[in-house]
Structures are given as structure tokens and as C-alpha cells.
DNA sequence: GTCAGACTGTGGTCTGACCACAGGGTCTGA
DNA sequence: TCAGACCCTGTGGTCAGACCACAGTCTGAC
């Protein structure tokens, strides 16, 4: 039982914690060398258990001195579910099948949930919609606003974890992408296509139509993967919902 | 570019290995001091890298000496997914309500494909059902074989990434789980309600009532955590099920 | 009062030293 | 010849100590 490594202790601590309110977003973690002597431990178990918290998108650490300085609790789901998804995909842990899917089942829901919201923020989205008008982008360039546009839509549905999720599947399969996007004869008519259909989900988001929007993400999200990845994968019937827009705030 | 972090040259390293298959499952990490030396950083820096896919249940260490010592590549997407979405709900970077209302999401869809599969593989599944009848289980127990049920119909689905993620959500809040159920006054009650809703939903799903699936799903979810979250996360109308605005196959 | 310089405390990194462990090889005795 | 005890070697796990770079903060000269 107590054979737990010392890292293991000192993450334990840390968690701990955190669940007891101790420690709260915003806070600064005691100094490696003292939660070392605190604990017991090397400074370098210290060190581990901090960099597992620094990849998880748990803390920033930071040199110098001052305020800003040292290591600091910043929840940021989305950049530790990124490099976990990323990880686990090239690792084929995950199979890009299986993120398209992911990533059709949640957008789905998101767009069917803003639906059925009174008043959804748009504003990002429209932002970057707009963005995406401009005809200077290369393609790079203009997924990365896609990404974007996508992340917005899904922040303005209000749940962390479906926004932290969708941000870590698409940078998962990122790579996949581009490559896919650089393997085009001409990319003009695609993003043409793209901002079209960008549109028609936000005017059926618009128009309560959670149906309609459910539609034209599947279609929209579909229709790239089949122009850019030789084989699609077989996806949710886009007209069946996940039972819902359950939100409640 | 070389203030890229030593520990983040090793991670990159790796994980274009990973990418370019010249690592794959099974296959063993070069041993800690060789990678230092190769990479021209310490072998602390190889510590951390190695210590975080570890973490991110990418690589498994073992001490001693033979063909299972050293790091192996196994990728153990829910591992990750676990610790991650663990710290973050203690960190406050998730909300309960979300990992809840995010478990309804894609839980329904799991079951309403299963349902749509000619001959999902059900075993599993009926293997836990079968032991959460012995009446000896404490309410722990019990939630502990539900949650394996959860899964397992999950794993049925076939997607990797869903029962990862799943997996992840669930563990985030056990803690929150296991106090619920200590509130109750009595726990038998409620096991026998449950699992005639686990029956509910393995029936619906050999029928191929994809609906009556995803209903009997959802009441079973949003039912318990209504039961013994004192404020329950979210909850679409009861009186309106669940939205199918079209049929489906 | 200002500003330049030293001071201090923080993370980042490396080195070298042990330890525990487990497989594999070797030696010994039957 | 064979079995078993023994040591050897390579692996991760950990620690201590030493530097470095950095950025606030303090101090003192002006």
C-alpha cells in the first residue's frame, strides 16, 4: 500500500487538495522545494507530479519572481484533452474513425441544443464567420478558423466538457486534416462550399430548427471527410438526437 | 525553437515516433539514460516526459530486468481520460452538471446504436447484470458493477473513444457517486429499481427499439442522479420524452 | 524623487550517486 | 547430466546538490 511512488504522493496531495477547496483556480501551488521538505520527497518527484499537472492543463508554471510567478492552478480542459486525444491517436489508442464519430455524435448535440436555446450567443461565431469571408486564406489557414467556428459553437451551448472534448478531437486528428485539405486539386470551390454551409447552420440554429441544424452539421462534417479522407466513416443518423438539449440554466 | 523545454524535446520526440509507426503498441521505449544521452538532455527531463504518458496511459513502466521491464507502449486511452477529467472536476474546470448532462449524451447515442446493430455483443453486459442481482452488494459494490454495465455496453458500440470518454466522466465523479448513495436511507429499494431499468434498456436494445432505448437510458440516468444529487443537474421535461422528430431505419 | 544595480526566490536542468528489482548467466553440488 | 543457489547486469525510482535564467523587489547613490 504505501509502496504508491513519490510522485504519486505528491499528486495525490495536490488532488486532495484540490477536492477539499484548499486549493482553488487562481492559486498558487507551494514552492517545489518546500512541497518536496512538506512531503518528504525529492525535488524531482516534486517536479514530476507538476509536469503531469502542466500537460493536464492543470497549472502554468512560470520563472522569476513576483506574483506571477511559480506554479499556478489555470483548469484549461481543452489543452490537456488535446495532447491526451493526440497522444492516444498516434498511438492508435484511438482510431480516426472513431474521433469522426465522436465528433459527429457531439456537434450534433450541441447545434440541436442551440436550437432550442431562446437566445444563443452567436457573436464568436458570427466573428468568425465572417473571418472566414476573407478569400486571402490558404487552406491551414482557414480550418483554423473552421476549428474555431466549430469550438464557438459548442462554447456558446455552455458545457465545459463537450467543448473541452470537441477541441481535443479536432486536434487530434489535426494532422489528418491538413494533409487531407493539401491533397485537394483546388481549395477556393471547398471553402466556398464550407461558408455556406457554416451559414445554414447558424440561420436553422437561428430559426429554432434543431432538427435543420442537426442536418446540415452532419451533411457539412460528412460531405468534407468523404472530399478529404478516402474512406468515411459510417456516422449517426443526424435526425436522431440525442435525446436532448438538457440544459436548465 | 530551442526554448522548447527539454522534458517537451523528449515528449516530441516520442510522439513523432509514434506517428511515423516507428513505435507501436508492445513495442519498448529506448531506456531512460540512452534517451537522454541520444536527445542531449538529462535523463530527469526523459523522467518527465516518460512520467506524463504514463499518466496519460500511454506507457507502462516495470523495474528489473527482461523483455517486460522498462517502458512498454500500451495505449490505455481511459486511464488518461480518468485522471484527467478527475483533476479537472476537483479543479472546478468541469462542472458536475456537465460531466452529467455529457454521460446522458453519450450514453443514449451508445445504446441507440446498439440498437440499430444486427447482433450487438451483449455478453458483458449480461454477465453484470446477472451478478448485480446477488443481493449481497453494498450500494459501493453495486454502483461499482453499474458502472462496469455502463461500459460494457459502451465497448459493445465499438467506439474507442466514446468508452474512453465515458469511462473518464464516470470516474470524474464517483466521489460525488458514492456520497449520493450514502444518503440514502435504504439501498435496496433503489438496486431493484435499477436493475429492471438495466433490463429495460438490454430489451429495448435486442428489439431494436432504438427510441425506446434511448428513453429507458435517459430515465435511468437523469432518475438516479435526480434521486441522490440533492440538486439534479438537468433535466429535459419528463413529459416530453425524448425528442424523435423523424424515424429512423 | 529617480533610476540603476544588487538581491532574492522561483522554476529549469544537469550530474552523479544510490537503491530495488528481476531476468539471465554461472558455478556448484548431487 | 541436471537442478538449484548465487551473482551479474541492466532497468526504472529516488534523492541531493549544484548551476542557470529569469523577474520582481529592494537598496542606495545621485
Chains 1, 2 share one sequence.
Do not use: C
Amino acid at each position: 500500500m504505501s509502496d504508491q511512488r513519490a510522485w504519486q504522493v505528491v499528486l495525490g496531495r495536490i488532488e486532495s487538495d484540490l477536492a477539499a477547496g484548499v486549493l482553488k483556480p487562481g492559486d498558487h501551488l507551494a514552492p517545489e522545494r518546500a512541497l518536496a521538505t512538506e512531503l518528504g520527497v525529492g525535488r524531482s518527484s516534486v517536479r514530476e507530479a507538476v509536469r503531469v499537472l502542466e500537460v493536464l492543463g492543470l497549472v502554468r508554471t512560470q520563472t522569476g519572481s513576483g506574483p506571477s510567478s511559480g506554479a499556478v492552478i489555470t483548469a484549461a480542459p481543452s489543452d490537456g484533452m488535446s495532447v491526451l486525444m493526440r497522444l492516444q491517436v498516434a498511438a492508435q489508442g484511438f482510431g480516426v474513425d472513431d474521433v469522426v464519430r465522436t465528433r459527429l455524435l457531439l456537434e450534433t448535440a450541441v447545434v440541436g441544443e442551440l436550437a432550442a436555446l431562446a437566445g444563443p450567443d452567436l457573436a464568436e461565431a458570427d466573428t468568425l464567420l465572417a473571418a472566414m469571408d476573407d478569400d486571402g486564406h490558404t487552406s491551414a489557414e482557414f480550418l483554423a478558423l473552421d476549428a474555431q467556428f466549430h469550438l464557438a459553437l459548442a462554447a456558446a451551448a455552455g458545457n465545459q466538457v463537450v467543448t473541452a472534448t470537441m477541441a481535443g478531437l479536432r486536434t487530434s486528428i489535426e494532422r489528418y486534416v491538413l494533409i487531407g485539405a493539401a491533397r485537394l486539386s483546388s481549395w477556393a470551390p471547398v471553402a466556398t462550399r464550407l461558408r455556406a454551409e457554416h451559414r445554414s447552420i447558424v440561420a436553422a440554429v437561428r430559426a429554432h430548427d434543431a432538427d435543420g441544424a442537426r442536418r446540415h452539421l452532419h451533411d457539412h462534417i460528412t460531405g468534407y471527410y468523404a472530399q478529404t479522407f478516402a474512406p468515411v466513416p459510417s456516422s449517426p443518423d443526424p435526425t436522431r438526437p440525442v435525446p436532448h438539449p438538457s440544459k436548465e440554466s
